[in-house]
């Protein structure tokens, strides 16, 4: 299968491009549901002009889970996410893995996910992933934590 708008090729399954992020399936559907789209700067800071503000920009908003409405910025090279009590990004359920995924921040500033082995998985917009490029938008799912990834302006 070939994504719609780029031409990548994808697993027959997708829901989603892992390289350009389009949705892979028929809007007309009747089991498609309709979705608000809300712009960056209104979610993050309604009434702001520009996206999420900090020293690099990139943020995880954690959009359902315990912590819905947390902001936590990717400021380091490397980001770790697990239920451990020394990570980075620390998600306190049994869905979690003590060391589940990390974000790494490449030489050209973008940032990526890599699932580290974990028992239930990585999902970015549906997909489970084994490491991807991150783009502005993206839903991680880490256990039952939904996160949105916000990019900052190139």
Not at 41 to 67: C, I
Not at 86 to 98: E, F, G, K, P
């Amino acid at each position: 299968m070939n994504c719609r708008r780029c031409g990548e090729i994808l697993n027959a399954n997708a829901n989603f491009c892992w390289s350009c992020g389009a949705p892979q399936h028929d809007a007309t559907s009747p089991e498609t549901v309709a979705v608000p789209v809300v712009a960056v700067a209104e979610v993050l800071h309604p009434g702001a002009a520009s996206g999420p503000v900090g020293e690099h920009g990139d943020v995880l908003v954690v959009a359902s889970g315990p912590a819905a409405g947390a902001r936590f910025e990717l400021m380091k090279a490397f980001t770790t996410v697990g239920r451990h009590e020394n990570s980075d990004l620390l998600l306190d359920d049994v869905s979690v893995s003590r060391h589940h995924a990390i974000f790494t921040r490449t030489a050209s500033g973008r940032i990526t996910v890599r699932d580290l082995n974990s028992l239930n998985g990585t999902y970015v917009n549906g997909a489970r992933v084994e490491e991807t490029t991150l783009h502005g938008a993206d839903e991680v799912q880490i256990g039952k934590y939904k996160l949105v990834f916000w990019e900052a302006t190139r």
